[in-house]
Nanobody, 119 residues
Framework: QVQLVESGGGLVQPGGSLRLSCVASGLPFTFREYAMNWYRQAPGKERELVATDTSTDITVYASSVKGRFTISRDNAKDTVYLQMNSLKPEDTAVYYC???????????WGKGTLATVSS
């Protein structure tokens, strides 16, 4: 059974930081073969792609988070991280981890972790 389990969300003041983690288990094929993505969905808004770490270690960020967020992965631990700095109230959302194996069109989602930025 495939599981992606996010953690690290919480309440933080504007300007603060959070580090999200996503641990994968049960994936068909090795973790390093997957592009790992972080999405977020704010109340009343559509889910949006925040950051991508491809299977070839290329990283891509949404313009709204570039320079503030950093995605990284530890293939030995089947884990992807999202370091979020200089947080703003508009970063408040449920953050979802996603694993994509583009060669086979396989996609998996975690259940999300809530990050709230508020004073």
């Amino acid at each position: 059974q495939v599981q992606l389990v996010e953690s690290g969300g919480g309440l933080v003041q504007p300007g603060g930081s959070l580090r999200l983690s996503c641990v994968a288990s049960g994936l068909p094929f090795t973790f390093r073969e997957y592009a790992m993505n972080w999405y977020r969905q704010a109340p009343g808004k559509e889910r949006e792609l925040v950051a991508t770490d491809t299977s070839t270690d290329i990283t891509v960020y949404a313009s709204s988070v570039k320079g503030r967020f950093t995605i990284s992965r530890d293939n030995a631990k089947d884990t992807v991280y999202l370091q979020m700095n200089s947080l703003k109230p508009e970063d408040t959302a449920v953050y979802y981890c996603n694993a994509l194996h583009s060669s086979f069109g396989i996609k998996y989602w975690g259940k999300g972790t809530l990050a709230t930025v508020s004073s």
